[in-house]
């Protein structure tokens, strides 16, 4: 087991339940902008590998079979009241693929190093695809920005970045456009849910800030 070279202070930030509440309410984002569509969910590895994960089980299966008088069944056998284009919509459902890139900007340490490499490109088709960049943390955005490019370049039928943390304090590129966000961060270093310190902490299943002394 490789030591700590520093005295670690592990303080709790975002609990289990904040983080399955918050991944629950993105979902019923997501259903709502990509009902019956094809949605690929590419997550960076390793930090969103969790994260990517929840999401996709949170996202509602499309149902070919699925009608809306289906629906109209289900809502008046609930006596729930919903909007009737609610209850469509979000049964209507996502057809979602899985696939993973890896990028890598940080060294071992705690600070960007702004050089962002592609070590591991996506394996499914991106031309013409609606794509959700799933990340673990926007921080700097140079990350953000080096697949902002990417993804232009590939011409992909759309794409957006869901992120499960960000910092905006920490930001050196403007204007990243992040349509999906879990939760604003203040400057400080994060670990779990699969955000890690030289690789460890990913499995912490909340959110804490590391502390060195
Ligand atoms: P960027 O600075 O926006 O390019 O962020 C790149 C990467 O830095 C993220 O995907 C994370 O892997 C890592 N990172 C940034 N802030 C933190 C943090 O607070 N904890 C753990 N990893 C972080
Ligand atoms: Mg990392």
Excluded: W
Excluded at 108 to 115: A, R
Excluded at 136 to 158: M, P, Q, R, V, W
């Amino acid at each position: 087991m490789s030591p700590p070279t520093k005295n670690e202070k592990i303080t709790p930030l975002i609990s289990q339940q904040q983080i399955s509440a918050r991944v629950a309410e993105l979902a019923t984002q997501i259903n709502r902008d990509y009902a019956g569509r094809d949605v690929t969910l590419l997550a960076t590895l390793s930090g969103s590998s969790i994260f990517h994960a929840d999401l996709a089980r949170a996202i509602t299966q499309y149902q070919p079979s699925k009608t809306l008088a289906d629906d109209e069944q289900k809502r008046a056998a609930s006596g729930a009241f919903f909007a009737t284009e609610e209850v469509s919509v979000l049964r209507v459902g996502i057809n979602v693929h899985l696939d993973f890139m890896k990028v890598s900007s940080y060294g071992s340490g705690t600070k960007s190093t702004g050089v962002v490499e592609m070590t591991f490109p996506p394996s499914l088709p991106i031309e013409g695809r609606h794509i959700i960049i799933v990340e673990d943390i926007i921080d700097t955005g140079h990350t953000a920005a080096c697949l902002a490019e990417y993804f232009k370049n590939k011409n992909a039928a759309s794409y957006q970045f869901c992120t499960f943390l960000n910092k905006p304090a920490r930001r050196e590129v403007p204007n990243i456009e992040c349509k999906y966000i879990g939760f604003d961060v203040d400057d400080v270093f994060v670990v779990g849910y699969g955000l890690d310190y030289d690789q460890r902490y990913r499995n912490l299943p909340y959110v804490a800030e590391l502390e060195f002394s």
